[in-house]
């Protein structure tokens, strides 16, 4: 996929395009700003995160090298995990990019600080603590990853991102299970982005730290309504993903009438 598929992408002043790149990154492009959510583009995680028991191999390729992404403004990573704040992309992204800002919650500034990119490149993000970047308003949201964590200070370790593009708001979840008071954070969610893959006491033994599954996501948006739901982190590695036709089953007999998209590596989607 080279970057004129990106740049060329025509839009209404309504309209955004959301460009999938795989586990749960995403490239938003609205008006003429990008935004981008936890981009994994190499395989950081295959070499260096292999276990005896759990082996890692991506399943497809990332279908953009971060090179290629010269043209970002924002780069959010919603936690520290290696799929979400891979240094394999962020150091060769930063590099080609001048001019792109990384958003973190706050705790892991530090963290990409050690890639080697500019502190003053990195703002530290709080939930609750709205953010102004370009044609977007962000609202930082505490995701749970199986449980809600905190630093010293009581900044979130893991955060979803509430993005306000004119008319329609997005919601990126990250890694996240539900958790009182989340809901109602959401109820005004026009495109829900919520992981799928689930979690177990095997995937925990084996320091895989889960997320919602499929029916709590379907559950999640009865209550919700989003015009649109998008499943993500099921399709990557054989070792923490699902059969997307489990959610589909799920869905068809929870909320038939809900709409939803299936996203396939490299795949643009235009939403108004």
Known sequence: MEKEFFIE??????????????????????????YLIDPYLSDYVDR????????????????VKPEQLDFVDYVFCTHAHFDH?????????????KKAKFIVPRPMKDMIASYGIASDRIIGARAGDVLDLGQCTVLPVPAAHEELHTD????????????????????HAGD???????????????????????????????????????????????????????PMHFDLYDANNINPAHFVDLLFRIIPGQAFHMFAPGERYIFE
């Not at 002043?13 to 003429?32: D, P």
């Not at 704040?85 to 990019?97: S, Y």
């Not at 010293?152 to 919601?171: I, P, R």
């Not at 989340?182 to 109820?187: A, D, N, R, S, Y």
């Open 9 to 34: 992408t025509q839009l209404t002043e309504k309209q955004a395009a959301l460009f999938y790149l795989g586990q749960e990154g995403f490239l938003i492009k609205y008006r003429e700003s990008y």
């Open 48 to 63: 260096n995160c292999c276990t005896d028991t759990v082996k890692w191999v991506r399943k497809y390729p990332a279908p």
């Open 85 to 97: 704040a891979d240094p394999d992309t962020l150091r060769p992204l930063a590099a080609h990019n």
């Open 152 to 171: 010293e200070a009581g900044n979130y370790t893991e955060l979803g991102c509430k993005l306000m593009l004119g008319d329609l708001t997005l919601f």
């Open 176 to 230: 996240c299970c539900i958790y009182d008071g989340l809901i109602e954070q959401l109820k005004d969610v026009d495109l829900l982005m919520v992981p799928v893959n689930g979690r177990s006491y095997f995937k925990l033994h084996n320091d895989i730290i889960g997320n919602m599954n499929a029916e709590e996501a379907i559950l999640l948006a009865k209550e919700i309504r989003p015009q649109l739901l998008v």
